[in-house]
Nanobody
Framework: VQLQASGGGLVRSGGSLRLSCAASVATLEWYAVGWFRQAPGKEREGVSCISSLDGSTYYADSVKGRFTISRGNAKNTLFLQMDNLKPEDTAVYYC??????????????????WGQGTQVTVSS
């Protein structure tokens, strides 16, 4: 599975961005998928994910109420709508796929496939 993340950029605090992730497979619906981010000098952290078992979604406490994860109508796409962005959201954002798991997690280790990352920079 190859993943291509896009949609990052420079935005002011309070602004919005929509990240996209396109996969090389026909559908992502069978897999647990997620978004992660890594800021300079920090460890990679889980932002949000969707389980394939029941479509349940999970969010890191730091982004709840501001970010929304969704699958696209094109079944091989994944989105992350980011609203009310804050400077602390600045990071490289990665999409990831776990082809074995049906329940997603915000822990990175189960995910086998990763996109190349897209930079999000939020200015104050």
């Amino acid at each position: 599975v190859q993943l291509q993340a896009s949609g990052g950029g420079l935005v002011r605090s309070g602004g919005s961005l929509r990240l996209s992730c396109a996969a090389s497979v026909a559908t992502l619906e069978w897999y647990a998928v997620g978004w992660f981010r890594q800021a300079p000098g920090k460890e990679r952290e889980g932002v949000s994910c969707i389980s394939s078992l029941d479509g349940s979604t999970y969010y890191a406490d730091s982004v709840k109420g501001r970010f929304t994860i969704s699958r696209g109508n094109a079944k091989n796409t994944l989105f992350l709508q980011m609203d009310n962005l804050k400077p602390e959201d600045t990071a490289v954002y990665y999409c990831a796929v776990d082809t074995y798991g049906r329940l997603c997690t915000l822990v990175s280790s189960p995910y086998q496939y990763w996109g190349q990352g897209t930079q999000v920079t939020v200015s104050s």
